[in-house]
């Protein structure tokens, strides 16, 4: 695995051939692999979010070493950074709809949602893929449609209308995702504190290891914060930080030519040896057995340690 090579990381100008400024596109799936420069069936990651509407189509997508089958209808949620790959073994049809952070927060002083509380914030947990029952395939493709028409056309305050059906789409999204019914206000308090810290956990992973810092910095005690994400992900806090922490050091190891120490020192660990040792505990095997394994059986690699 480890083959001296960088994992690409497409941005939009290498993706589509057309985009507005420079943060927005939306284009026809079954168009999408044919347009895009890069490699973008082989692992690659992005500086942007995705989100793929999938209508027709068989094959499989690959994020972060697990492996989902795709199934239409369903979306497809890629968050920026996430290593990914396809694997399309019959013709597509759907929309694939690209956009950055500095998009979406374009109109943050009438709308202050973030794409941290949307489905995005719980690939970490939940995984990318989100099944889409039939009866409501005609609703998303209605509104993949009329983000393409805004998209394409050149009337007033277009940017107004497609930042509304953007933030709608992701919203329908969000229900769909969460199909809790009977939800009560506990459940919703749980499930915001969850998104928070999962976001902080992205942006800090490598600063903070700490579950006290971490409820520190959101205002809660860390016994709380721990029971709050075993009830809503299933697993304690700490171990959602060290899951993270893997995870960076497994694309490292995989897609980077960065040596073992270099990636420990990387990741913020004072001794390589520690790094190993933390590697071993949790995947069962050290960083340079892990760099050699085929990329397959990588992506079946399980933690075997106990978190």
């Known amino acids: 695995m480890g083959n001296g090579k960088e994992i690409p990381v497409y941005g939009l100008d ?21 347009t895009a420069k890069g490699n973008v069936y082989a692992p690659h990651r992005h500086d942007l979010y ?10 499989t997508c690959s994020v972060d070493f697990k492996l989902y089958e795709l199934h239409p209808p369903m979306l497809v949620f890629i968050a920026p950074g996430q290593v990914h790959s396809w694997t399309l073994t019959a013709p597509f049809a759907g929309y694939l709809l690209m956009f ?5 927060a374009g109109r943050a002083e009438e709308i202050s949602t973030f794409p941290v509380d949307l ?33 394409q056309a050149s009337l007033s305050d277009h940017d107004v209308a497609l930042h509304a059906y953007l933030r709608l789409l992701l919203v329908e ?14 459940d919703q308090s749980a499930a915001v504190l969850t998104t928070r810290f999962l976001q902080l956990v992205e942006r800090s992973f490598l600063a903070i290891a700490s579950v ?23 697993k304690p806090a700490g171990r959602v930080i060290r899951e993270r922490l893997l995870l960076e050091a497994k694309r490292l190891l995989c897609y980077s030519d ?24 949790y995947t069962g095997i050290c960083p340079i057995e892990f760099r050699k394994m085929p990329a397959k059986d990588a992506a079946r690699s399980v933690n075997t340690g106990a978190f």
């Not at 995705?50 to 094959?59: A, P, Y």
């Not at 950055?100 to 979406?104: A, L």
């Not at 719980?122 to 609703?139: C, H, I, K, Y």
């Open 100 to 104: 950055t952070n500095e998009f979406f």
């Open 173 to 186: 999204a969000k229900r769909l995702s969460e199909n809790v019914p009977g939800t009560n206000q506990k």
């Open 212 to 234: 006290a810092d971490y409820a520190e910095l959101l205002n809660v005690t860390p016994n709380h914060l721990i029971e709050t994400t075993k009830k809503t992900i299933g």
């Open 14 to 34: 290498s993706l589509v051939p057309l985009s507005k400024w420079g943060s927005f596109s939306i284009e026809r799936f079954e168009d999408s692999f044919v």
């Open 258 to 281: 960065m040596s073992a120490s270099e990636i420990a020192y990387h990741l913020s660990f004072e001794d390589p040896s520690y790094f190993s040792r933390f590697f071993k505990k």
């Open 119 to 151: 489905p995005f914030a719980q690939t970490a947990s939940a995984g990318p893929a989100l099944s889409v029952m039939n009866e409501r395939a005609g609703d998303f493709t209605n509104l993949f449609r009329k983000l393409e028409g805004e998209f």
């Open 50 to 59: 995705e989100v793929f509407w999938i209508s027709e189509g068989q094959g």
